[in-house]
């Protein structure tokens, strides 16, 4: 089976400061772990993701995660937070096939604020 | 390349009544899936299709029918709607399901269904 915990349902920073979403999971293989972000009244965009490569990974508009196999951890960081940054952000693991093939967590709304 | 288009974006409902949500993709994905978003429970799997003439269940497929004709369409149908099944609906396509290969997930626009 496999999870997915966002250990903040809400997270709230100042512009320029960093960002820290948190994201665990729970797999019995080697999973696939993606970030995507929705903003409000849109849909999923794709931030980053793993795939059995480079631990730390780069993604789009600043933001990197790092797989830590040992901690079950892929959280999500910036350094400077931007206004833009305003949105929803679900993390989510894919390992299985069919039915299990992707599951999301229950996301994080990251406030910026001025 | 338009990806994943979804139609309608926004629509109301009577209880008891059926409508289609579309479905379509242009990038000759194998699978394809509808997810609903209800706040605080992320997305849940609805149904899926792994290709042509293929579709399963997903966790929450009660109310809601689907078929596969061809590559590009995977049309959800709402058989009688009920005030429960007001929610945003994501269609999503990938070149194959799960697994190790990290294939990027596309999601439609979503639309935005409410029953009354």
């Known amino acids: 089976a496999q999870s997915v915990t966002q250990l903040d349902s809400h997270v709230s920073v100042s512009e320029g400061t960093p960002v820290l979403l948190r994201c665990n999971y729970s797999s019995s293989y080697s999973p696939s772990l993606f970030w995507y972000v929705q903003h409000p009244n849109k849909g999923l965009q794709l931030l980053l993701k793993y795939t059995s490569a480079a631990t730390l990974v780069k993604g789009i508009n600043g933001f990197e995660a790092e797989f830590k196999k040992s901690e079950t951890s892929f959280h999500l960081t910036k350094p400077s937070a931007h206004m833009s940054d305003a949105a929803e952000y679900f993390c989510v693991v894919s390992g299985l096939t069919g039915r299990r093939a992707l599951t999301f967590g229950s996301g994080t709304r990251l406030q910026v604020q001025p | 390349n338009a990806g994943v288009t979804q139609t309608p974006k926004f629509q109301v409902l009577k209880t008891g009544q059926s409508m289609t949500l579309q479905c379509a993709q242009d990038m000759n994905h194998e699978y394809m899936s509808w997810y609903r978003q209800d706040p605080g429970m992320g997305l849940r799997l609805i149904h899926y299709s792994v290709g042509a003439g293929i579709t399963d269940q997903g966790e929450v497929p009660n109310g809601y029918n689907v078929s596969r004709s061809t590559t590009e369409d995977f049309p959800l149908r709402l058989l009688s709607a009920a005030p429960s099944q007001t929610s945003v609906y994501f269609c999503?396509?990938?070149?194959?399901?799960?697994?190790?290969?990290?294939?990027?997930?596309?999601f439609g626009e979503g639309s935005w269904l409410t029953v009354v």
């Open positions: 999503a396509s990938s070149y194959s399901s799960g697994g190790t290969s990290g294939n990027t997930i596309y």
